[in-house]
């Protein structure tokens, strides 16, 4: 149970509560024993009655009328009690599993951009969903059950020896037994758990892709071919389900068995006594009712042994993900606010899980307020270059600074609140348009939020929606066409008022009208902004301050428009064809 000793920070938080779930455990455990012994205790005076011409019928009466109204109030009080048990210690269970989703929801925010390129979504998905549930049955149920079975044991078998200790022993003949059985077939379940949990994220993991992609899926007509691969996936999990399952079917009929090879040795030791005058009839009576009280706890203990091994192979899992540290880290912090240069000095960027070398030896210089082009053949490292600044990755060589101070001496929040960033593929949540746009400003106004969407020049298709701003969108935006959710995307940067502006090909799906329109809005909102702009359109950076063309991560050309028009090489090739296609 190594893995499952990481929840116990939190069994300690809540201690207190867990303390009065045992007790309230005990409690009910000690009224559940009345009912035994006031049965033997009828039985034995219902005996003594026959055997005595003599016996006070009345007496009898009165005891037995006693008897039974104890017997149904400690009855009562003992379902009270287990109830208060299961409000105590499973409400505890659900205080866990929030807090453990909560650690792992706020651990995957923190980890870089490379560990979500080698992790699946559904994977991601299953361990914060599937597998912390499994974690909750171990704080949960498991513990309520074992605090109970202890509880019951130690107060019946203890009970049971107080009034005959060698019937005691006989009785408790199958329990060493049983410990060797739990032991064994728990490794197994152990191991087979872990597989139905990997094989359970493969599944959700290809469900994920298979939803995320289904236009894609139905264009290719490949729905058969998917359903195949779901199937023979399908196929697997049922297979790894299927053995887990013929495992965990052994435990209960075990259980049984050893139970009754328990009450056999009750009637036949105890009957043997009984005949010898060394216990009564009622003694007798009493261990048959304690040994099947004991029924339940130690069939239990098998589901208990179980769920535990099912958490201990989730947990497990979850801690892989949990003691992953990011590669990007806060830094000590700075206090300066004012706009500084965006300094690039011997940039190198290498990506280890590719073997490509994004950027080589990038020496730049970005005047505050001004404005950079980057062009480049696709795979030249533009979007990388912004990649850096937002410090999604840190350079393996080199260092990006702000004025005088590296990014890495920036807190993360503190240097992402200074950017707005527009990415090439803009993702939209499937909440509403005002909503999408306000996650670049939770403080702006609705007025602000219309002023970014017409600077965007998005504002009109906007008015055009039944609902408007209200509109709430699909997965990934899918209700808006490409180039609207460029501009929505790029209205979320806007309300933002960013020192500095990241624009990654963020026009592409947009005609070249209302691209005028957006670099007109534009021209007069990034007057005290520092503005990257990588585009494939030289239209969208033919008035930046400075140009620069970008090839396999090297600078190989830089100057303003007019400069590089006139230069041969890649800038100047591109504007003629461009102007070419533009005429025809």
């Known amino acids: 149970m190594k893995a499952l000793q990481y929840l116990n920070k939190y069994l300690y938080q809540y201690r207190v509560k867990l303390a009065v779930g045992i007790l309230i455990t005990v409690i009910a455990r000690v009224f559940s024993l009345f009912a035994p012994r006031l049965i033997g205790n009828s039985i034995t005076a219902a005996e003594e009655f026959l055997n005595d011409p003599n016996g006070d019928l009345a007496a009898l009466k009165a005891t037995l009328l006693l008897n039974i109204a104890i017997i149904v109030g400690t009855a009562l009080l003992s379902g009270f009690f287990t109830f208060l048990m299961r409000q105590t210690i499973i409400n505890v269970s659900r205080y866990i599993e929030y807090d ?159 139970i009754g090879i328990s009450n056999l040795l009750v009637i036949f030791i105890g009957g043997k006594q009984y005949i010898a005058d060394e216990i009564t009839i009622g003694v007798l009576a009493e261990f048959i009712i304690y040994v099947n009280m004991l029924t339940w706890p130690v069939a239990v203990v098998g589901w208990i042994t179980s769920i535990v091994q099912q958490a201990e192979a989730s947990q497990e899992r979850i801690n892989a993900f949990l003691k992953e540290r990011p590669q990007i880290v806060d830094g000590p912090g700075v206090t300066s606010n004012t706009p500084a240069p965006l300094v690039f000095d011997k940039v190198s960027l290498y990506y280890p899980e590719t073997e490509i070398m994004a950027l080589q030896g990038l020496d730049l210089v970005v005047e505050k307020g001004t404005t950079l082009g980057i062009v480049g053949a696709v795979g030249s490292g533009k979007s990388t270059l912004l990649d850096l600044i937002c410090r999604l990755y840190d350079p393996s060589e080199g260092s990006i600074r702000l004025g005088d101070h590296p990014l890495k001496e920036f807190k993360i929040e503190e240097l992402r609140s200074r950017i707005g960033y527009v990415p090439q593929n803009p993702f939209l949540f499937s909440q509403t348009i005002l909503e999408n746009i ?61 020192e500095i502006l990241l624009l990654d090909d963020c026009l592409s799906a947009v005609d070249t009208d209302t691209e005028e329109t957006i670099l007109n809005n534009l021209k007069k909102l990034r007057k005290n902004k520092t503005t990257l702009i990588v585009s494939h359109r030289l239209s969208s950076i033919i008035e930046a301050d400075q140009i620069i063309v970008l090839d396999r991560g090297k600078i190989i050309q830089k100057g303003t428009h007019q400069s590089l028009v006139k230069s041969p090489g890649y800038y100047q090739e591109l504007f003629i064809k461009q102007q070419s296609e533009k005429e025809n």
């Open 100 to 258: 453990l989703k909560n650690e792992v929801f706020e651990q995957y925010l923190r980890l870089s951009q490379v560990f979500y390129k080698n992790n699946r979504t559904g994977d991601l998905m299953n361990r914060i969903s599937e597998d912390v549930g499994k974690v909750r049955m171990y704080v949960g149920p498991a513990i309520m059950y074992s605090i109970n079975t202890v509880a019951l044991f130690v107060i019946v078998i203890s009970y049971m020896i107080s009034i005959a200790p060698q019937l005691t022993l006989y009785t408790i003949i199958p329990l060493p037994l049983l410990s060797f059985l739990i032991y064994k077939l728990s490794r197994i379940i152990n191991i087979r758990s872990t597989k139905v949990q990997e094989t359970l994220s493969k599944l959700s993991s290809f469900t994920q892709e298979s939803f995320s992609g289904i236009s894609v899926l139905k264009s290719y007509n490949l729905q058969a071919q998917n359903s195949g691969d779901f199937d023979t996936l399908a196929q697997e999990s049922q297979d790894k389900n299927m053995a887990l399952v013929r495992v965990q079917a052994w435990f209960f009929p075990l259980m049984i068995l050893l």
């Open 438 to 498: 306000q996650f670049g400003n939770a403080n702006a106004s609705f007025e602000d939020i219309k002023k970014a969407a017409e600077n965007a020049a998005v504002a009109d298709n906007i008015e055009a929606f039944k609902n408007k701003y209200k509109t709430v969108l699909g997965e990934r935006g899918v209700t808006l066409s490409g180039g609207q959710k460029q501009r929505v995307s790029l209205a979320r940067a806007l309300v933002k008022d960013p």
